[in-house]
Structures are given as C-alpha cells and as structure tokens.
C-alpha cells in the first residue's frame, strides 16, 4: 500500500504549492491567484474541517528558494503541487526534497502538465504517489479522506497512483468522473479566498497600478467542447478518446472535456464578496470565454472594472451593452488574435474570417464604447513563414498606435503537452513520449525543424522585437509581454511590464483612485 502509519494524527497538515516558474508566463500572477488550488482547498475544507492547509506559490511573488524552505519548515503529511511546463523542473526540486526530509509524506502531482504526462512522471520519479487527473475537488477529498483512515487509494476517481504492488495507471481500469460544477461548488464563496495571502496579493496589485484587483473563480474547460460534457463515470481510455477528437485549437494544451461555467448566482455572490471583504475594485474574470447571458449586475458595480476573454465574432454593440449591464461600463475585453494570416489561422484551428479589417473594426467599437482591448499573438506554429509572420507583425505595430490598446502579448509557440502540436511532434520525435521534463525553447526549435523549416525561433524572436522595439517609440504606457521565453529572450525582444516598476509609475488606466 502506498499509505503509511503517519502516528494517526487527528489533523492532517496539507501544503499546497504552486511552483515558481522557470520562464516568461504572461507574468500572470501579477492579478492571478491559484484559483484552481483554492477551489480544491475550499472543497476539501467543507469536507475535512478539521484539517490544515497551506496554501503558498508565485502569485505573492515567493521565488523557488523560499517556497522550499516554507515547505520543509511546515512538514506536511500530504504534498499537492499544480505545475505548468515551465515550472515542473521546479516543482520535481521540491518534491524530491520534501520525500528525503520526510520518507512518509504523500506527494501528489495535479494540474494540465501532470495530466498530460501522468504516466511518464509516475514511472520516472519515484518520490511523486499520485497524479490526479482533470478535476481535482473530490478527489484530492477523497485522497485526504484514505489518508487519515490509512486505507488504498483503490477506486478513487481521477487518480493514478503507484503501491507496493506496482503502477495503477492503466487507462481502462482508471476511471474519470465530470462532477458538476453547481454541486461542487455550491457554497458561499465558491472560493474562499482567505486560503490565500490575501494581504499580501493585495499590496501587490495596488503597488502595481492595479488597485485591489484579483481574478475570480469563472468556469472550467473548453467553449469549443462545451457541448460534450456528460456528468457520467468513464474510462481514461474512453476519456482521452473524446478529448483528442474534439476540435481544439492546435497549440492548447487544456484537456478538460465540456465547459462549465459559474451560475450566475454563485459568480454574483462571489464579486459582492470580494467586493464587501477586501475592497477588491478589479476582477480579471479567467474563464474561456465571457458569459453573454443577459443579467442584472449590481448598480455598486460602477465603480469597478473587469477584463474577460471574448471570441473575436462576440465583440458586437449587444453583446457590449450586456455586459455593460450585466458587470460595470469598466470594461477590459482581451482577444486571442494569434495571427491575422488566414493559413496561419487555419493551422491553429482558428477561423480564417478574422482578417486585419476585422479586428480593426471591432477596436473602433471599442473605442467608441470606452472599452480597453488586450490583444494575444502566438507566432511560429506549423507552416509559418517569414511572410505570415511579417504580416502578424506589422498589424500589432498598426494597433499600439490605438489608445484604448494597453496590452499586447506576442509569444513564440510553446508545445504543450496534451496539445494537438504536442502530439504531432512526439510521432516524429518518439523520445519524447517517454519525457516528463522539457526545455520549452528547444522544443518549439525542434517543432519548427519538422513542421515549419522556412523559419526559425530567432525570426519569430526578431519579429517580437522589432514590434516592441517600435512600440515603446509610439506609447510608454503600453503592457508588451509575452510567454515561453527564457531569461535571455526576454532581454533581447524586450518585453515591457511598467506596473513592475517603482511605485506610482503606471496606472492602469480605471483606476483612478485607490481608495474608491
């Protein structure tokens, strides 16, 4: 059995742990928190009151040196760590670290990346129990229920593991349960925000230029998969089948099956909470895709601000005006342009109908409605060329011209496992099926030699920077950011984050007065 005598202690001491990243992410964690390590802390604390969790990681910026010593100082009985690509070499570090101090402590991996790469990382790293598997509410609950009871972890949905008797990951005996996300989550908050270093985050975000701003609790999966989603018991093998036939965009790597978004009841309750308990006047609503159902915000809304993700063909004057109702006339809406090539478009999976043109117009809607635009670009996919990408970059250089753009991402490709690119790849590169640990800009080098040999990472690299280069003459308010790039990249496109310098050097633009 994999569960060990841990002297039958009444409450359990849980660390939860979100590494810190070895490379550009977007610099996320400037208004995000781990939302989805806190709704499994919150699910699990309903059912396990008496237990204790802390929860630690990048977004009140703790480097990777101090999350250990947090760590082992703690000496918790059961280890959860949610890594991405480019922090998994740092959450292996921990991991291993905390099994030599403590040889009893269970170590449980979650997330997309460990998803993905469960069966490569249970067979290669010896110190790492368990792998849950999509959702993770009932069953890291579950986990923490065998524990105190010293029982198997046989039977627990969404979970992989590794005994004495061998590996359990074999996919017609793994089962995969779709909970439903009104039953989850269906306390007041959803969330429970003080699981996190609210004080902290806080200072962060107004030091920044964000006001207290957070991101909030918005859905789970994937719009283009929204029609799939069965509450039933399947296979990991039945699982995997539905999800890899599904149509997804070629570079996403999100594996969740349906998409499940927050009632509007328990979405309300939860910005009227962080409204009323910690003063929070911005929210970054983190789900797929903004919900255009028509609502009744609150009319104390109006001094907020939110920022959703919406689909290019959404941005219309309805779809505006509801969400003017429906959350405050404050409005961020950010867009996944990728690139403005129709071929490019049709290999992301993408529709090629968002032209240049396209967006241009949406933006003077914009502009004409108040609203701000972030913008993303993904560059160096399948079958780019020096062309399309001199095309994608000449339009960001059209847009940071617009003032009611205050944010753009341009990232090379990054290859993520789990990903229609990923796997495409790994049939040409059998190595890497049997990898749990990857270099991110070596393998998008080798993604390129295979699928899009008219370019390499150093043009779509130039083209980064000769699109920042240009935009810091035009604007110095302007966010450049990007993902996937090494410490090294980062310097030579130069990416530019004016919210990380000094204090009071850039506002984002609503907030106007901290204190409101």
């Not at 890291?140 to 590996?167: H, Q, T, W």
């Not at 029609?227 to 070629?250: H, P, Q, R």
């Not at 809406?333 to 968002?354: A, H, W, Y």
């Amino acid at each position: 059995m994999i569960i060990k005598d841990i002297n039958k202690r009444k409450n359990i001491k849980i660390a939860m742990v979100q590494p810190d990243a070895g490379l550009s992410v977007t610099n996320t964690d400037t208004y995000a928190v781990p939302l989805g390590l806190g709704s499994i802390a919150t699910y699990c604390k309903q059912k396990h009151p008496e237990i204790d969790i802390l929860l630690i990681g990048a977004y009140t910026d703790m480097p990777h040196e101090e999350q250990m010593k947090k760590i082992l100082e703690y000496n918790p009985d059961i280890l959860a760590i949610s890594s991405t690509i480019s922090s998994q070499e740092n959450a292996y570090d921990i991991a291993k670290k905390a099994k030599e101090q403590n040889k009893n402590i269970i170590i449980v991996f979650g997330g997309v990346n460990s998803t993905s790469l469960y069966e490569q990382i249970l067979k290669n790293r010896d110190f790492v129990d368990a792998i849950i598997l999509f959702d993770g509410e009932e069953a890291f609950a579950e986990v923490v229920d065998r524990v105190k009871k010293n029982k198997s972890f046989e039977g627990i949905n969404n979970l992989a593991y590794k005994d004495k008797k061998g590996l359990h990951i074999d996919k017609n005996k793994i089962t995969i349960k779709i909970p439903s996300l009104c039953k989850i989550l269906d306390k007041n908050p959803p969330i429970d925000y003080s699981v996190f270093d609210m004080n902290t985050f806080l200072k962060k975000t107004e030091m920044r230029g964000f006001g207290r701003a957070i991101s909030y609790f918005g859905g789970k999966g994937c719009i283009k998969r929204r029609g799939f989603f069965k509450e039933k018991i399947y296979t990991l093998k039945e699982y995997e089948d539905l999800v890899n036939n599904m149509g997804a965009c070629s570079f996403c790597g999100r594996n969740e099956l349906g998409y499940r978004i927050l009632p509007w009841s328990l979405e309300k309750e939860l910005i009227n909470y962080l409204y009323e308990k910690y003063g929070v006047r911005g929210l970054f609503n983190v789900q797929d895709v903004v919900s255009l159902d028509e609502e009744q915000g609150d009319p104390k809304w109006k001094n907020t601000w939110f920022r959703f993700f919406i689909m290019a063909g959404q941005v219309t004057q309805k779809n505006i005006d509801i969400l003017k109702k429906k959350y405050s006339p404050n409005l961020v809406l950010q867009i996944g342009v990728e690139s403005v090539d129709p071929n490019m478009l049709k290999e992301f999976g993408k529709s090629p109908e968002f032209t240049r043109e396209y967006y241009l117009k949406n933006l003077d809607l914009m502009e004409k409605n108040g609203i701000q635009a972030h913008y993303t670009f993904v560059l160096g996919g399948s079958n780019e060329t020096r062309e399309s990408l001199k095309k994608t970059g000449d339009f960001i250089k059209e847009i940071v011209k617009r003032k009611n753009v205050t944010w753009i991402g341009a990232s090379p490709l990054i290859v993520l496992p789990g990903s229609p690119y990923f796997r495409m790849l790994s049939e040409k590169e059998k190595k890497l099926k049997d990898k749990d640990l990857f270099d991110v800009s070596e393998l998008h080098r080798l993604f390129l030699r295979h699928f899009a040999p008219k370019i390499t990472r150093e043009d779509v690299l130039n083209i980064i920077k000769d699109c920042f280069s240009y935009a810091k003459l035009i604007r110095s308010d302007l966010i450049l950011d990007g993902k996937g790039l090494t410490k090294e990249e980062e310097k030579f496109v130069g990416s530019y984050r004016p919210y990380t310098h000094k204090e009071g050097s850039w506002t984002f633009n609503f907030v106007q007065n901290k204190k409101n």
